[in-house]
């Protein structure tokens, strides 16, 4: 069985690279500098449109820690129902106690919201606190667990990921994401035994900007206003030649 690459875009022209490569999954966010979070319904709606890969989307309404109030519960609830409307394939979410443990009872509610929806539980799971006890929680919730091994990256939690997806079996995929690159595919499918990866394969993007303000930035204080990562063409087709 061929594994699958879960390609994480965050904007449009990482979107057009996806389609163009071939991608058979997307997992759609914005502010990949965040951590990945909520798209807008209309990128949603136009990757959806764009008819290539599954869609699947982040629903992260803020950065941080993954426990959330009612009111940011309530707002995933609504953009679940959003991604529905668009005609996303899935949607990932994710949330935790303040103890570490996951957030049962709104991602039953979520859950519920997504019926019928592909499930992903995102890389809240790296700050769980017994990753046995996340399964088993999850097992009848989600499909899947993207991880990176309570590590870093996925290579360096390789082993944690293998004995996670020797614990689940064929109940819940497990999915590396973290330093996922071309190069490191194959070895870590061997070392782990999982069918699904992803990551962004993604390359610094120049603004198209010719004036150039330095010194002044929409965020963090020496940020670079001119530059952004995003997934990469050459790149994503290399990782996805070395599956085929």
């Known amino acids: 069985m061929k594994a699958l690459l879960e390609v994480c875009v ?23 500098e965040a951590g990945g979070l909520t798209p807008t ?16 989307v982040l629903v992260r ?5 993954f426990v959330y109030s009612d009111e940011e519960a309530a707002i995933i609830a609504d953009d679940i ?9 899935g949607v990932v979410i994710g ?17 519920d919201a997504a019926e019928g929806m592909d499930i992903t539980f995102h890389r809240a799971f790296d700050m769980c606190r017994d990753m046995r006890e996340a399964v088993d929680t999850l097992r009848p919730l989600v499909n899947r667990i993207l991880t990176s091994g309570m590590h870093a990256n996925a290579w360096e939690g390789r082993h944690i990921i293998r004995d996670l ?9 497990i999915m590396p994401g973290g330093g996922i690159t071309p190069d ?61």
């Open 10 to 32: 965050g904007d449009v022209a990482s979107l057009q690279a996806a389609c163009t490569a071939g991608a058979e999954r997307i997992e759609l966010c914005c502010a990949l």
């Open 41 to 56: 319904e209309a990128f949603v709606r136009r990757a959806v449109e764009a008819d290539g890969p599954k869609v699947n």
């Open 61 to 65: 309404p803020r950065s941080g820690d």
């Open 81 to 89: 129902a959003m991604c529905r409307r668009a005609g996303a394939n």
């Open 95 to 111: 949330a935790l106690r303040p103890d570490g443990s996951v957030d049962v009872e709104r991602m039953k509610r979520w859950c």
């Open 165 to 173: 997806a020797a614990y689940t079996g064929s109940h819940i995929c």
């Open 184 to 244: 490191n595919i194959l070895p870590l499918l061997a070392e782990t035994g999982v069918k699904e990866l992803h990551g962004t394969f993604s390359a610094p993007l120049s603004s198209s900007m010719e004036f150039r303000r330095m010194g002044v930035s929409m965020s963090a204080s020496g940020t670079d206003e001119f530059t952004r990562p995003s997934t990469s063409l050459t790149i994503l087709q290399r990782a996805l030649d070395t599956l085929r």
